[in-house]
């Protein structure tokens, strides 16, 4: 079945960077967008970025803009996040999600229909 797993989490000092995998399976990869959530502990879970079925479109929360990279292999079913410049604000537990044949990039998590168990991020000051 459907399985979206995380990996590349760690700790960093502000000002770091990481990158972030989402290696998927059992979903045609190409038919989905795909968005990037985060979670800090006690919080609601935040949009960060989201990237269109074929990569042609992204769209990124202000609060990483400038900073974070969303891009997507679809030869690999894998979609990436490179974080730049993190912020101690930016930790958080990061979980990739598909959106089935979305062809406008959603923000709202309700859109999104398979998620992975994600992966933790914490950046240190």
């Known amino acids: 079945q459907v399985q979206l797993v995380e990996s590349g989490g760690g700790s960093v000092q502000a000002g770091g960077s990481l990158r972030l995998s989402c290696a998927t399976s059992g979903l045609t990869f190409s038919s989905y967008a795909m968005g990037w959530f985060r979670q800090a502990p006690g919080k609601e879970r935040d949009f960060v970025a989201a990237?269109?079925?074929?990569?042609?479109?992204?769209l990124y929360a202000d609060s990483v803009k400038g900073r974070f990279t969303i891009s997507r292999d679809n030869a690999k079913n894998t979609v990436y996040l490179q974080m730049n410049g993190l912020k101690p604000e930016d930790t958080a537990v990061y979980s990739c999600?598909?959106?089935?044949?979305?062809?406008?990039?959603?923000?709202?998590?309700?859109?999104?229909?398979?998620w992975g168990q994600g992966t933790q991020v914490t950046v240190s000051a």
């Open positions: 990237i269109s079925l074929n990569g042609g479109r992204t």
């Open positions: 999600a598909a959106d089935f044949r979305a062809y406008t990039i959603h923000t709202s998590a309700s859109s999104y229909v398979y």
